[in-house]
Every structure is written in C-alpha cells, then in structure tokens.
C-alpha cells in the first residue's frame, strides 16, 4: 500500500474515533444527555462503544481494499470523501454531545448517512469485499440519523 493509501484507510477513521471520542465521553455523562427522553428504538450504552469499533475497523479495511484497486484519480476522490465522512463523523458528535444542539445534529447526522451510502457504493463499485465491509457503516449511520430524530421528537423543547 502507498503511504497516501495507509494514512486514509487508518488515519481517517482513527483520527475521527479520537475526535468524536473527546465530545462523545464528557457528552454521555453530561446531566443534559442523562435527562433526554430516549426512545424505544435506543440501545443500551454499552452497544456505543462496541459498535463504532467495529465499524471503524470495517471502514478502514473497506478503504484500504478499495484503494488498491482504484486508479489514482479514483483514489484521490475516495480519499477526498472519506475525509468528508470522518469529518461529518466527528462533527456530529461535537454538534450533538459538545454542543448539545439536537434539532442541527440532525442535519449533520443526513448527511454523514449519505455520505456513507456514497462511500459503501464507491468502494462496492471496485470490490464486492470492501462494499460488503463499508455497508454496515452506512447502515448504523442511517440508524443513528433516525434515532438522532426520534431523540429530538420526544424533545422538542430542547434545541
């Protein structure tokens, strides 16, 4: 693998679960996460962690995969949305927990979603493999963007 190629595939994801990380753990202690209303559709905490491991794992594998069967050209322009996604990833967590704004993170939320789409079809075009890898992301990302909803509606007096 090219440099360029190991730092996006494991940088990118990395880099986001840091940064997500920070606002993530004093955002899900915060008394402000604690009193929302959830809904039903709301897994248990210990789900969280367990999950975007894995996912971030699944995308970095998915990218690095994809990456060597892609042309240059194509892998710039990978490597130019996958920034955006792990970008968009980490800024819904400060939108979110940082700056506890529900009814915005929901924008954030829609378009991490379907950048992930975007993402899972790119990678699937080259490889089966790192399609098959990268669909469980945009799949929890488009979970997250209907529980980010569902938060804001059994909350609608808090912005």
């Known amino acids: 693998m090219e440099p360029r190629e190991i730092v996006s595939s494991v940088g990118l994801p990395l880099g986001a679960a840091v940064l997500g990380s920070v606002a993530t753990a004093s955002g899900t202690n915060s008394l402000w996460y604690r009193t929302l209303k959830k809904p039903a559709i709301q897994p248990p905490p210990v789900v969280f962690p367990i999950a975007w491991t894995v996912l971030y794992a699944q995308s970095a594998l998915a990218s690095g995969i994809a990456q060597k069967e892609m042309s240059e050209e194509e892998a710039a322009a990978f490597r130019r949305k996958f920034f955006v996604n792990m970008a968009l990833n980490a800024g819904w967590c400060w939108s979110f927990f940082g700056a506890k704004k529900v009814a915005p993170s ?54």
């Open 106 to 159: 929901i924008l954030v939320a829609g378009a991490l979603a379907a950048s992930s789409i975007d993402l899972t079809r790119s990678v699937g075009k080259v490889s089966t493999r790192a399609g098959a890898l990268m669909a469980p992301y945009a799949a929890w990302t488009s979970f997250a963007t209907v529980l980010n909803a569902a938060i804001w509606r059994k909350n609608p007096r808090r912005p």
